[in-house]
């Protein structure tokens, strides 16, 4: 459908995909990449996402939950998905579709053991490790008896044991980072298996100070939302302003008449709301959206389908323009900083009625 029927379109560059894909691949040749494509690709468009990473030699990916792994597999036959949150109803659906799920507890892996034998499948299988950030994960004691137990079973491979870091961004806690990599990598009688741990963050910032890992998880950092010199943003979101008045001195804008003008201002108004993946407390200045050098702030409440904002310091712009949210003139963790929030929560909430548009 033609692009230009879209108020509120995200713009992905293909090439910026493959640079940032090349960046990791040439300072790491000798370590697989698993591709982190949860919550629709980080608000990407996960089967669109997908094929340009396969198409970049990808061939790791993770997602969250079973629905988001049914998905994928619909329209990529082969590729190697891994199942981090499974969940117990689910795991006689993830075993059918070939999905790799992760056991954190007994409990999954009693339902794994199941399921195989009640289908007569086999199943590829990760196990995850609680190092310290005490969310999801076996502790060491029961990763030993989960992983005996899973290789007297014939019908199930293990593919990796990992954790994940808590700090890894955070050169203050560095000291509990290598403590996190001390507890994976020092666990006896798991020769041969494969361990990972090293997110964007991890793998950028201290994955030189060990040498064991095999593959690495990258989200954000395939995505362009870090500040490195190395990594391009590989996505703009661009807002149509649909309509443009003059609100008169003492007038209201929006819900509850939260903004009162001092004066008489030109405002703008753009289909873009709380519906659509920005928050209902960034109204009243909080958010800023940029054009042509300038950030033009949010005023009144941010509504479910559309913001209205201040046009004042815009000098001649028309209804029809863009405004941009986040791209390369403004990139996203910039946003992040303004916003007092991370750029993944920027990006995951995007809504799927955003139109995707992959350019090259």
Not at 268 to 286: E, H, K, T
Request: proline share 2%; hydrophobic share 35%; aromatic share 8%.
């Amino acid at each position: 459908m033609d692009s230009k029927l879209y108020g509120t379109r995200l713009y992905v560059h293909r090439k910026s995909i493959s640079q940032n894909i090349k960046y990791f691949q040439d300072s790491f040749p000798k370590i697989d990449i698993m591709a982190v494509v949860k919550a629709n690709a980080y608000g990407h468009g996960d089967i669109e996402f997908c094929q340009e990473l396969k198409s970049n030699n990808i061939k790791l990916f993770s997602v969250a939950d079973f629905e988001e792994g049914l998905r994928l597999r619909k329209v990529f036959s082969h590729i190697r998905i891994m199942v981090m949150n499974p969940g117990i109803n689910n795991i006689n659906t993830i075993v059918q579709n070939k999905l790799e799920p992760v056991i954190y507890n007994k409990r999954v892996m009693s339902e794994i053991i199941s399921s195989t034998k009640k289908n007569n499948n086999t199943i590829n299988v990760h196990v995850k490790l609680n190092t310290g950030m005490n969310r999801w994960g076996l502790n060491t004691e029961e990763l030993i008896d989960v992983i005996k137990v899973l290789k007297q079973n014939k019908k199930i491979t293990i593919q990796s044991i990992y954790s994940h870091l808590s700090s890894a961004k955070n050169p203050k806690l560095d000291s509990f980072s290598h403590n996190q990599l001390n507890k994976l990598y020092s666990i006896k009688n798991c020769t041969g298996l494969i361990k990972h741990v090293f997110s964007s963050h991890g793998s950028l910032r201290l994955l030189e100070k060990n040498s064991d890992t095999q593959i690495i998880r990258l989200g954000l950092g395939i995505y362009g939302g870090l500040k490195h010199p190395n990594l391009e943003p590989v996505s703009e979101l661009k807002c149509t302003i649909n309509q443009i008045r003059t609100v008169k001195r003492g007038e209201g804008v929006g819900y509850n008449r939260s903004f009162i003008a001092a004066n008489n201002t030109k405002v703008g108004v753009i289909a873009f709301g709380y519906a659509d993946g920005i928050q209902r407390n960034w109204g009243n200045g909080l958010l800023k959206f940029y054009f042509q050098g300038k950030l033009l702030p949010t005023i009144g409440d941010i509504s479910m389908d559309s913001c209205t904002i201040d046009l004042s310091q815009a000098i001649n712009i028309c209804e029809g323009d863009e405004l941009i949210y986040f791209g390369r003139e403004r990139p996203i963790w910039k946003l992040a900083e303004e916003l007092d929030t991370i750029p993944y929560e920027i990006i995951a909430t995007l809504s799927r009625r955003i139109k995707r548009i992959y350019i090259n």
